[in-house]
């Protein structure tokens, strides 16, 4: 049986997996492909991975279509994802309440689970705030960095350390088992990043690609898309 191929960034895992079922009621089609760090994607978009359906931020889908990769009329906001803190559960909540506030909370963590700090959007913010916070240096040894957000929300869950804490996109922390949504990063330290569906050029099913953007955008998924992390878009 053929299957609709996805790209997509990690963000949206839990969506699309939420939507499977009802695609493939309307398609025949399953949804197969990758999810990870959106610059990774990108780059696999790049080199020539078979894809129907691309979701990565706003910024980098426009990107892509204008190097002819994504067809820029296809194009859908599905919605704004915050990057946030993450404990294990049953943990104590962490809460930041201002910059200095985060400072204190990570300095506190004896490990310190996120993303690619340097092709995923929240592992790029994370280290981007450590600057601005002054202890990159500080807490470099105690950073544990892996692909996806996922994968670190999984590896957070598991730790074995005295006091751990995440830090990547809502929608991952949501969809993992053993981890709980803590809170958001403090202003002047926040991140709520858009992300947008698009049709690939080369996609062998762009008609059901176009379905599986339909489902995505629907207001009949506003609930489900809120439940999954994402926040505005149709409604």
Known sequence: MSNLNILSGGAAQG????????FKART??????????VGVMADKLRKGT??????????LLAKLAREKLVVAAS???????????AVRAGDPQAVAKDA?????VLLASDAIFVPDTQASTAGIHVANVLQQLGIADEVAARL???????????????????????????????????????????????????????????????????HLIELLIGVDQHEQRTRAGFLGGPN
Request: with cysteine; glycine share 10%.
């Open 15 to 22: 969506l699309v997996g939420s939507l499977a079922p009802a």
């Open 28 to 37: 025949g089609l399953d949804i197969a492909g990758e999810f990870g760090a």
């Open 50 to 59: 078979p894809a129907d359906i691309v979701i990565l931020t706003a910024a």
């Open 75 to 85: 194009i859908a906001d599905v919605g704004l994802v915050e990057t946030t803190l």
């Open 100 to 104: 200095a506030g985060l400072r204190e």
């Open 144 to 210: 544990r960095i892996f692909p996806n957000g996922a994968t670190a929300m999984r590896e957070l869950a598991a730790s074995k350390a005295r006091r751990p804490i995440g830090c990547t996109q809502s929608t991952e922390i949501i969809s993992t088992k053993g981890v709980t949504l803590s809170g958001s990063l403090p202003a002047g330290c926040e991140l709520a990043t858009m992300y947008t569906a698009g049709i690939a050029i080369a996609a062998a099913h762009p008609q059901q690609a176009e």
